[in-house]
């Protein structure tokens, strides 16, 4: 395995001055499966102050002295160096309480998480891996190291992130690290909010999504308490062929993309039909219907996110596109109005999440898909068009409402009332016959 050059940088001169150094965790876990490596992290023999004396050409940041780790800036990258340490106990159940330093590698990786995060990399690409990380990595097993209960007592995120790197990396979870994290997902309740939250988004794109999220649910309900409602609840639709929360993981598989809009739509499908459940009602043919799940789901939405410090502009984005998920779009008229709530980003961004619910639906509901990717198309050329589709758009201004003497609330009202005939087609955005119309109502 090839090393990046700014990495053996940071290896060779530590090991010229003496000490051991070696590439940990993630990095090595994802070099051996030929994944893409963002942060390489060095654990050492040297004392952070000794690793600051080896790097004294370099810009040092002593990001965690106490616990052994200072940030190596070579080249304006970052990389984390950390000496060899055995933790003490972790009272808090996220950080150690205090830290020994050891010359001893294995007892070093004896402290991390998992096997497959437990392998070390010398410069020469030669592996330490005292716990099997290799071979789990190769039968593809998520394994606690050590003994599970204590790994998750230590820091109970660790429950989250091991059904997060079975859905990521598509991996089987090892039976009795799978028992023990079931076991004590409660105290997943000590957890901040931000880190659980990080963590889901990333569970939430994995390649093993619906195995982990069926598998586990119990994990989803831990951190998602509103969500078991919808466990086993049974649509009785010709629509559906899932329960409400299988077709919701479903939905969630569809979506693809790893941007930050992907990302978005994910979260949009977590919660777009989690208010079903209190909205089901069943007709006398035994059909069941759900009429205002969409609003009843994002505004429980609102309340799950706010909960999980989500930031507003993501809250934001995932309630509309709920809010609207279930709207029929039938042609020009109603996509300008859409369009005219937010804009193009949004919009797109609702088709796609219309076509992750459909897509984990009966078969014969896909046919609409090709009909909403129509709408998308539709939608870029309204607003390469520059269509009138916004206030900001119109011919006329306030200023212009004011001098036909339109007053406060008056002045947004009249304004969003015309907006809305032009986007009907009862109205041209002529400045002479919005001025007209405005002065009719004035002088109603």
Not at 126 to 148: H, M, Q, T, W, Y
Not at 247 to 270: D, F, K, Q, Y
Not at 368 to 396: I, P, Q
Request: glycine share 6%; net charge negative; proline share 2%.
């Amino acid at each position: 395995m090839k090393i990046d050059k700014k990495c053996l940088y940071i290896l060779e001169k530590l090991e010229n001055a003496g000490f051991q150094a070696y590439l940990v965790g993630g990095c090595v876990r994802d070099m051996i499966m030929n994944r893409p490596v963002n942060d390489f992290d060095i654990t050492t023999n040297a004392f952070p102050e000794q690793t600051a004396s080896v790097f004294s050409s370099d810009k040092v940041i002593p990001t965690g002295i106490k616990h052994g780790t200072v940030t190596v800036i070579h080249e304006n990258e970052s990389f984390e160096i950390t000496t060899f340490r055995i933790d003490g106990n972790y009272s808090d159940s996220r950080r150690p309480d205090n830290v020994e330093f050891t010359s001893n590698l294995t007892d070093d990786l004896a402290r991390r998480d998992f096997t497959v995060n437990a392998i070390a990399m010398d410069s020469h690409g030669n592996l330490s891996d005292p716990f099997g990380g290799a071979g789990d990595i190769e039968n593809k097993i998520i394994r606690c190291v050590g003994v599970p209960d204590k790994r998750f007592s230590e820091d109970a995120l660790r429950i989250l992130r091991c059904f997060r790197f079975a859905s990521v990396l598509g991996f089987d979870i090892d039976p009795i690290t799978a028992d023990s994290a079931l076991k004590m997902r409660k105290s997943l309740s000590m957890v901040s909010a931000e880190r659980i939250s990080a963590e889901l988004v990333k569970l939430l794109g994995g390649v093993n999504v619906i195995d982990v999220m069926l598998k586990y649910r119990d994990i989803i309900g831990q951190i998602i308490p509103e969500m078991t409602a919808c466990f086993d609840f049974e649509q009785h639709s010709r629509y559906h062929k899932y329960t409400v929360y299988e077709h919701i993981v479903r939905a969630v598989a569809s979506v693809s993309g790893n941007t930050p809009e992907s990302r978005i739509i994910r979260i949009a499908m977590l919660f777009h039909d989690i208010g079903k459940p209190s909205a089901f009602r069943l007709d006398e043919k035994g059909f069941g219907h759900f009429y205002g799940h969409a609003g009843i789901s994002a505004d429980m939405a609102v309340n799950i996110l706010k909960r999980m410090k989500f930031d507003n502009r993501t809250i934001d984005e995932v309630c509309w596109i709920i809010a609207h998920h279930s709207d029929k779009i039938t042609g020009e008229k109603s996509i300008k109005h859409l369009l005219s709530q937010r804009n193009l980003e949004s919009f797109l961004m609702l088709i796609e999440a219309k076509k992750a619910d459909n897509s984990a639906k009966q078969d014969f509901v896909t046919y609409e898909n090709a009909e909403f990717c129509n709408f998308a198309e539709t939608a870029k050329r309204l607003v390469s068009e520059n269509s009138c589709l916004h206030v900001g758009d119109m011919t006329v201004n306030g200023n212009d409402m004011i001098s036909l003497g339109f007053r406060g609330a008056e002045i947004g009202k009249i304004l969003n009332q015309m907006l809305g005939k032009i986007i009907d087609g009862e109205l041209e955005n002529s400045r002479e016959i919005l001025m007209n119309y405005a002065g009719g109502i004035k002088n109603e």
